[in-house]
């Protein structure tokens, strides 16, 4: 999944760890050459990489903008 906001381009992906998979929200800012920014979704019980970009993909639909400080709202307003 991608999700465009006004300073950054956002998108979803999953990876294997030690106790399964995890999810993650990868989002840049739009100028050229910057860099990738993480947020890891825990989601135990994740057993393939599908479940858990799909906990992502939730994740990624509740975020309601990343300022052009990098900071990550969130549609209930807690910010990161």
């Given at each position: ?15 294997e ?11 840049q ?52």
């Open positions: 999944m991608f999700k465009d906001f006004k300073h950054y381009t956002a998108w979803t992906d999953a990876m760890n030690d106790q399964g998979y995890v999810g993650l929200i990868e989002y800012p739009k100028c050229p050459g910057a860099s990738v920014h993480v947020l890891w979704v825990i989601a135990p019980g994740c057993v393939c990489a599908n479940d858990a970009e799909t906990a992502a993909d939730q994740m990624l639909r509740e975020i309601r903008d990343i300022t052009a400080m990098g900071r990550v709202i969130y549609s209930d307003g807690v910010m990161l």
